[in-house]
């Protein structure tokens, strides 16, 4: 049974600092890609940062470049996503996902989702 499940986010003030986690279950293993993405109320959902299954690849989102870095530990089967110099418009909730594909996975269409968590920045 797949699951991918988030952290607790969380509030903060602009300019701090966050830290997602999402572990992840089942048949999801190193040979898929891991990626964040977040969908503010109003707004389309947003591919955040990207990463390959041995974590050597990132991709991110040019809002957050410079400001965000995703790892992941396959030996615990955990993805992050360190935050930091948040912002307002980083307000949104947050999606870890899964998909053996890359570019599946940059298109959105991944094959599985966690539940999301909400990250308010004031």
């Known amino acids: 049974h797949v699951q991918l499940v988030e952290s607790a986010g969380g509030s903060v003030q602009a300019g701090g600092s966050l830290r997602l986690s999402c572990v992840v279950s089942?048949?999801?293993?190193?040979?898929?890609?891991l990626a964040w993405f977040r969908q503010a109320p109003g707004k389309e959902r947003e591919g955040v940062a990207f990463i390959s299954g041995d974590g050597t690849t990132t991709s991110y989102a040019d809002s957050v470049k410079g400001r965000f870095t995703v790892s992941r530990d396959n030996a615990k089967r955990t993805l992050y996503l360190q935050m930091n110099s948040l912002k307002p418009e980083d307000t949104a909730m947050y999606y870890c996902?899964?998909?053996?594909?890359?570019?599946?996975?940059?298109?959105?269409?991944?094959?599985?989702w966690g539940q999301g968590t909400q990250v308010t920045v004031s």
């Open positions: 089942g048949a999801i293993d190193s040979s898929y890609c």
């Open positions: 996902a899964a998909d053996r594909v890359w570019l599946s996975l940059l298109r959105g269409k991944a094959n599985f």
